[in-house]
């Protein structure tokens, strides 16, 4: 039985009766008055991120009584609350504390996860504040509350008198200095929303408000980093900071016991972050280079800032990755197949639709699509697209990574993101279940399909797993119920005899439901597909691994009739085919997780390519490895390695150059077709650690990391002050690539030292130049020669590592430069440029000796065309006494193409 609530009205009546006497007398007593009470505004602007929702309280600093009536802060008070205070209550300091709802919930907008996230306390703990500022304040004041003021709170608290003006005036003082800051604490942040960074490089706002915001945003960002499991980390780091610094002293520690979350180490990187993030975060003018910055910035290393990842997307699904808003910048267009992707309107207001082109830069594609249309736009795999709402906020990144139309819907709390083509019709895991609903407001479309791994304890969808229900204790069996929330989305899920019987979805009411597709699944047969059945030993000659980008794809093996896709098994149910097409035959495999297509050609390359095991989409697995036969056997000899079952590539390995680079210790032997190396990396005192063996097409090593052999048997030899040996005798390899395993039987690889003053690489011979000048400066003696024969300088390989990041051009990619005969080249990436070293006045080869330190440049080459060319190109190479490449360059007039490698 149902009991309905009855109205209960009150009329109350209320009258005033007024006598007014009126006569002629001027002596009448004066009608008394009261002078009203002075008051002001105080302004609390609270920051762990933009508080969403909360309660906000202005109270006495020392007796603790309200000043004002509380304040609740909703997404329209913009992170901020304003009380009306009497001017006299000001004379005492104040402490402005955030709380959360009477509900137990705080709302609010962080920094490092760029999300909204919802702090929960008991509701027994609600009237607990979470974070409080302290401090004298004058009219109209605009105090912020952070973590850092919440540091100084507990801070004064442990001092003599508690809560009074000096204690706090001192603690608020001693944060500021032990973290070196050079604003005041207590003053107000720019609150940062969600989608909201471009206000901490917006030049309208006040500098100093803006700079304390990204400082509050930095800490967040360390705190995820200490733990990124977190599932609030600026509140996590506002609470162990508070701890640390309530002793009054920043030093991982309370008092005497160590903190867990962070240690000494991280706090002496954090005190030397600051001057560096000062300096680097003054440079930063717009949206794109502060998601760069932020990005990147790393407390420990100062040159971090200079530099900065790529973006990396917060979750993919259906094919579409989601990119927090810090990724522009950090992402951008590259060639794809084309597609069609729908964006879909149902936030409730306007929203605005970027592309992010192949510089990373914004392009607009639909302004101002309003609530319930959608917005249909051509693009292609890999170019992403921002969103931002009709306040020009970012809600997100979002690129497609398959070749399927996609769907993005724009809920006004949430983004789904769907591929037309990949509704799922079953699922791999979990239950297939159809949502229902004759509303347009819910997050699913009605007759969606929705996989449920559904238990008592747990659901997951979506890529999201619930924890910890409710359970009906009402609901009688067979029946049983669940409550599963998900934000203010709740999910009741309803077992049958512990099978999931449907699943109901409420916000504030019912939305929808889910029940469970039975459906009679389609087995495919040699039959349904009007094939011939074949059998497995009659494709016996496509087993063999199938190989992408150097790595396995797909493997077959008709002896266990096994088949498998990225390392995901599936037995093999029945064969097709052959069908003979004119370039080739195909079969057709059958597994009990997809089909595989192999074909051969009519010149014997074989190929397959199928449906993913997960996703179904159809995918090419590559070409079928080629089977090698290592049937080389040779005997070394000084410079010259024997080998044992090696392909014939190796067959009598002799090298024709050396060269060395320390620190690491790397001698590289280079073979007559110049493509054949040995490598070999030693310690400072000569132990070899690793040596490897490669050209084009096969690589084998060992001592590489952990799980490649350690190169027993090698041995290095300082044979003379001009020569070091290094000794093979039954050294086995492990396969990198192409190959089994082979072993050096015997050999030796010498490499020569030089000692004329050259670089330990290189060789010169100054008497086949014509001497230009010789200068001497601060001890150092710097001779040029050109005219210079190509056999002046000895024939090398080195390797330069682009490594100076405050180089504008740092890639991080290596150079390799090379001198055979006459002509010199440089290699960077996929780009490469040749000049001959032929004799003319425009080569130079300059030696430094004297007082040359170990990271001085001591030699350079230059190659070069005539002087005023203006198709000219120089290859340049500067060389420390280390052997270190301090320099490699290279230049093209003609196409005005520069590229080069600069070591620190």
């Given at each position: ?8 009205t009150v009329?109350?009546?209320?009258a005033?009766?007024?006598?007014v ?5 001027d002596?009448d007593?004066?009608?008394s008055t ?5 008051t ?8 762990l991120?933009k508080?969403?929702s ?15 009536p509380p ?8 992170g ?7 001017v006299?209550?000001l004379?005492?300091?104040?402490i ?8 137990g919930k705080?709302?609010?907008?962080d920094?490092?996860l760029e ?6 306390v008991?509701?027994?703990?609600a009237s ?5 500022a ?14 850092l ?15 009074i ?12 200095n032990?973290l ?10 720019i609150?940062?929303?969600?989608g909201?960074?471009?206000k901490?490089?917006n030049a309208a706002l ?7 915001a ?7 960002k360390?705190?995820?980093?200490m733990n ?26 309370q ?19 600051v ?10 003018t ?15 290393d ?5 530099s900065?990842?790529d ?30 992707m729908?964006f879909v ?5 306007n929203m605005?639709?970027y592309?992010?082109?192949y ?9 101002n699509?309003?609530t319930?249309?959608?917005h249909n736009?051509?693009?292609f ?13 970012c809600?997100?990144?979002y690129?497609?990574v ?8 724009f809920k006004?709390?949430?983004?789904i993101l769907d ?18 609903t004759t ?7 009605n007759?969606?399909?929705?996989c449920?791994?559904a ?21 009688q ?28 979805l ?15 699944p ?7 597909k009007?094939?011939?059945?074949a059998t ?40 097709c085919?052959p069908t ?10 059958i ?18 390519e ?18 090698v036969t290592?049937?080389?056997t040779?005997?070394g ?5 024997g080998?044992?079952n090696a392909?014939?590539d190796?067959c009598?390995?002799?090298?024709t ?6 620190s ?7 073979a007559?077709?110049g493509?054949t190396?040995?490598k070999?990396t ?6 070899v ?11 084998f ?12 048997n ?6 003379s002050?001009?020569q070091?040996?290094?000794t093979f005798?039954?050294t ?8 089994q395993?082979i072993?050096i039987?015997?050999?030796s ?8 003053g ?6 010169f ?11 001497t400066?601060f001890g150092?003696?710097?001779t040029?020669?050109n005219?210079?024969a190509?056999?002046?300088?000895a024939?090398?390989?080195?390797t330069a ?10 890639d ?10 006459s ?36 030699n ?10 203006t198709?000219?190109?120089t290859?340049?190479?500067e ?10 360059q ?12 600069l070591?620190?």
């Amino acid at each position: 039985m149902m009991f309905q609530r009855q109205p209960l009205t009150v009329a109350i009546l209320a009258a005033s009766l007024g006598l007014v006497a009126c006569n002629s007398n001027d002596h009448d007593t004066p009608i008394s008055t009261t002078t009203p009470t002075a008051t002001t505004t105080v302004t609390v602007t609270p920051s762990l991120g933009k508080i969403l929702s909360g309660r906000v309280v202005l109270r006495d600093a020392k007796t603790g009584a309200d000043l004002a009536p509380p304040k609740t802060l909703t997404p329209a008070d913009n992170g901020v609350a304003t009380f009306t205070v009497p001017v006299a209550k000001l004379a005492a300091p104040i402490i402005a504390a955030v709380l959360p709802t009477t509900a137990g919930k705080l709302e609010y907008a962080d920094e490092a996860l760029e999300k909204a996230t919802t702090i929960t306390v008991p509701v027994a703990d609600a009237s607990k504040p979470l974070l409080r500022a302290a401090a004298s304040v004058t009219p109209n004041a605009n105090i912020g509350v952070t973590a850092l003021t919440e540091s100084a709170v507990q801070q004064a608290e442990k001092a003599v008198g508690g809560l009074i003006a000096q204690n706090i005036n001192q603690a608020n003082a001693a944060v500021k200095n032990q973290l070196k800051l050079n604003f005041d604490v207590t003053q107000a942040p720019i609150v940062i929303g969600v989608g909201e960074f471009d206000k901490l490089v917006n030049a309208a706002l006040d500098a100093q408000r803006r700079a304390y915001a990204s400082y509050l945003a930095t800490l967040a960002k360390e705190a995820q980093r200490m733990n990124s499991a977190s599932l609030a980390p600026a509140y996590d780091m506002a609470k162990v900071l508070a701890s640390d610094l309530s002793d009054g002293t920043l030093d991982a520690k309370q008092g005497t016991t160590a903190l867990s979350f962070y240690n000494a180490t991280f706090v002496n990187a954090w005190i030397n972050w600051v001057q560096n993030f000062y300096a680097s975060f003054a440079q930063l003018t717009n949206i794109v280079a502060l998601n760069r910055w932020y990005g990147g910035f790393n407390i420990a290393d100062k040159n971090s800032v200079t530099s900065f990842p790529d973006a990396t997307p917060i979750r993919t699904v259906n094919g579409i990755e989601e990119y927090a808003c810090s990724g522009e910048g950090r992402i951008k267009s590259s060639s794809g197949a084309s597609i069609y992707m729908d964006f879909v309107n149902q936030r409730g207001s306007n929203m605005n639709v970027y592309w992010l082109n192949y510089n990373t830069g914004r392009v607009s594609y639909k302004s101002n699509l309003a609530t319930g249309q959608t917005h249909n736009q051509q693009t292609f795999v890999t170019h992403p697209w921002l969103i931002t709402d009709n306040t020009g906020a970012c809600v997100g990144i979002y690129r497609p990574v398959t070749a399927t139309q996609k769907t993005i819907m724009f809920k006004a709390n949430e983004v789904i993101l769907d591929s037309q083509n990949a509704q799922p019709t079953t699922c791999t895991t979990g239950v297939a279940t159809k949502f229902a609903t004759t509303l347009s407001n819910t997050p699913y479309t009605n007759d969606q399909t929705v996989c449920f791994n559904a238990t008592t304890t747990s659901l997951t969808f979506d890529n999201k797993t619930l924890a910890n229900p409710a359970k009906n204790t009402v609901v009688q069996a067979p029946f049983s119920a669940y409550d599963f929330k998900d934000g203010n989305y709740s999910y009741e899920v309803i077992f049958k005899n512990n099978a999931l019987y449907e699943i109901n979805l409420s916000l504030a009411s019912f939305l929808g439901q889910f029940t469970p597709v039975v459906s009679t699944p389609t087995v495919e047969t040699c039959a349904s597909k009007k094939l011939p059945v074949a059998t497995l030993t009659s494709i016996a000659d496509y087993n063999g691994d199938y190989l992408t980008q150097e790595k396995v794809a797909f493997n077959l093996n008709t002896s266990t009739a096994k088949a498998s896709v990225q390392g995901t098994e599936a037995n093999i149910t029945e064969v097709c085919g052959p069908t003979v097409l004119n370039i080739g035959t195909n079969h057709v495999l059958i597994t009990d997780k997809g089909d595989v297509t192999l074909f051969k050609t009519t010149a014997g390359v074989y190929s397959a390519e199928g449906r993913e095991f997960a996703d179904k989409t159809k995918v090419f697995y590559g070409e079928k490895a080629s089977v090698v036969t290592n049937n080389c056997t040779s005997q070394g000899a000084d410079n010259k390695l024997g080998f044992i079952n090696a392909p014939n590539d190796f067959c009598g390995f002799t090298s024709t150059t050396s060269t060395a680079l320390s620190s690491p210790n790397i001698y590289t032997f280079l073979a007559a077709d110049g493509k054949t190396n040995t490598k070999i990396t030693t310690t400072d005192n000569g132990t070899v650690l690793s040596a490897s063996v490669e050209n084009n097409k096969y690589s084998f090593a060992c001592g590489l990391g952990g799980e490649i052999p350690s190169c027993s048997n090698t041995v290095s030899t300082a044979v003379s002050a001009t020569q070091i040996s290094f000794t093979f005798t039954k050294t086995k390899l492990s396969t990198l690539s192409g190959a089994q395993g082979i072993v050096i039987g015997s050999g030796s690889l010498i490499h020569q030292i030089n000692t004329n003053g050259g670089s330990s690489s290189l060789t010169f011979n100054s008497a086949k130049c014509t001497q230009v000048f010789t200068q001497t400066a601060f001890g150092i003696t710097a001779t040029a020669y050109n005219l210079c024969a190509s056999d002046a300088v000895a024939d090398f390989t080195l390797t330069a590592q682009d490594t100076n990041t405050f180089n504008p051009k740092h890639d991080g990619v290596p150079c390799t430069i090379t001198k055979v005969g006459s002509a010199m080249t440089l290699t960077k990436g996929a780009k490469s440029l040749t000049v001959q070293f032929n004799g003319d006045t425009t080569d130079v080869i300059t030696l430094r000796t004297g007082a040359v330190t170990d990271t001085q440049v001591e030699n350079d080459i230059t190659a070069r065309t005539s002087v005023g060319d203006t198709a000219g190109q120089t290859v340049r190479i500067e060389m420390r006494k280390n052997g270190v490449v301090s320099l490699a360059q290279a230049q093209s007039i003609s196409t005005n193409e520069e590229f080069s490698c600069l070591a620190l």
